[in-house]
């Protein structure tokens, strides 16, 4: 937001995690539901957020 920025595209090898950001699966954790609810407010500043899943294997930056 303090970047200025309008459109993400944010990469996980955390496939829950991205279905959970995607609408497709409900949080389910107590300790994650405020935190999950807190970054949904928050994508309402950008125009566009997609979340993808990055098989572990093709994820070099997990790897690092």
Known sequence: IEL????IDYYSDNLMVVNQMNGML????PE???IHDRIVKLLFNFRRI???HVHREYN???EA
């Open 4 to 7: 200025g920025l309008t459109d």
């Open 26 to 29: 409900k949080v389910h954790n």
């Open 32 to 34: 994650f539901v405020d």
């Open 60 to 62: 070099r930056v997990a």
């Open 50 to 52: 997609h979340f993808h």
